[in-house]
């Protein structure tokens, strides 16, 4: 297969011999060196044969006296295809940036994704890559992944792990922090558990210290819920300190308050809409558009950008910026309490919930009120939650 192809695009010629001395013509081709391939003899005085174009234009000196006649067939490879395209200006043209752009695309970095933990700076980490010569439009056989992470992890000891993986011209920049050690408590540390919020026990699990209430307990805010001395359980015996540990879960009651204006200004698209074309070139990393920019009147401007790609690991360094623009008029709106009550309770109990560490909600009881020319909702939420949190030195 890869002989076939090398042949091809050297080029090579299908020809048809007809004579009565087919003997005399192989014979002189044998003694002149002329290949002949894929041969096929059709009739007695007739045979079909492939040549290369540098055998082709032999051929005529060796043929002698063979009494034989060569007429081509087909012209095959690539020489061809370019005399064909030779006078075809612009189609060349554009075969040539196609190959140039096909070989910028397949040996350079086009994209970077990251995979950077939480804890780490991800703007510090990329200029860093930077400073090492890692960034869009780097050549792929330039990045040493092993000097560059022994170079990094030596920057900051902080990461643990880290790692460029390559797929295509993609490449996914990995950077992980080492996972600190959970705080270990002194063996002679006294601490308790209190509430940190008013409710009633529901129940206790005192892992380690002694229980001071039970289920069913009205306790407040403050209150000693494990204590952190343990008093003694025999005639004689000492009291101990220890580093209390436990959950208490109870029922628990939250109020939360919420305003929100009632005159408002609203959007009134007036169904006018622009569209601009952008160019982003991912080495220059500026976006150039057609036509003017938009000015004049308010409006909502939405972008979608469509990166060109072959795969999901191979992409052109081009992509197209689509900016729309929709025109509005500013319209003053009034709304009324009850208009708004469903998006300010969606509001208060998502905001309630996330401040509930171990929780849930069982029931609540909302108002709706108009003061001043504002929505006020007043909530009541019965909940279940973990209220112990632990206290050094009580």
């Not at 869009?136 to 792990?161: C, D, H, K, V, Y």
């Not at 000492?238 to 408002?264: I, N, Q, W």
């Amino acid at each position: 297969m890869i002989v076939r192809l090398c042949r091809r695009a050297a080029g090579e010629v299908r020809i048809v011999v007809t004579g009565a001395s087919l003997t005399r013509f192989l014979n002189a081709c044998a003694e002149g060196g002329i290949e002949l391939r894929q041969m096929e003899r059709v009739e007695w005085n007739r045979l079909e044969a492939s040549v290369s174009v540098r055998d082709f234009r032999h051929l005529p000196s060796c043929m002698g006296r063979t009494g034989c006649r060569v007429c081509i067939l087909e012209r095959r490879g690539l020489p061809f295809v370019l005399a064909r395209l030779l006078p075809r200006t612009v189609l060349l043209c554009g075969l040539a940036a196609f190959c140039v752009l096909v070989a910028l695309v397949g040996t350079r970095v086009w994209e970077i994704r990251t995979d950077i933990s939480p804890s780490l700076d991800r703007d510090a980490v990329m200029e860093k890559l930077e400073e090492l010569g890692v960034g869009i439009g780097t050549p792929l056989r330039a990045i040493n992944t092993p000097s560059i992470r022994r170079q990094m992890m030596i920057w900051e000891p902080e990461i643990s792990f880290f790692a460029l993986n390559l797929r295509g011209n993609s490449l996914t920049v990995t950077a992980h922090a080492g996972v600190q050690p959970p705080e270990t408590a002194h063996e002679n540390e006294v601490a308790s558990i209190v509430a940190k919020q008013d409710g009633v026990i529901k129940s206790i699990e005192a892992l380690r210290g002694a229980s001071m209430v039970a289920a069913g307990d009205a306790v407040h805010k403050g209150d000693v819920l494990i204590d952190g001395c343990v008093l003694p359980t025999r005639e004689g015996g000492k009291a101990h300190f220890v580093r209390s540990d436990g959950r208490v879960y109870a029922y628990t009651r939250r109020s939360v308050k919420a305003v929100r204006p009632l005159e408002r200004t609203e959007k009134c698209f007036t169904g006018k809409a622009k569209t601009r074309l952008g160019l982003c070139i991912a080495f220059r990393g500026k976006n150039y558009f057609v036509g003017r920019r938009i000015s004049g009147g308010e409006c909502e401007k939405t972008i979608e950008r469509r990166v060109w790609q072959i795969s999901e690991s191979v992409r052109f360094p081009v992509s197209l910026e689509v900016q729309t623009y929709r025109y509005y008029e500013p319209v003053p709106c009034t709304r009324t309490a009850e208009d708004e009550r469903t998006e300010m309770l969606r509001l208060a109990l998502g905001q309630t919930a996330a401040d509930m560490e171990d929780g849930k909600i069982l029931s609540f009881d909302a108002e709706m009120q108009e003061k001043n020319g504002a929505a006020l909702l007043t909530l009541a939420v019965h909940a279940e939650e973990q209220i112990g949190e632990r206290i050094v030195g009580r």
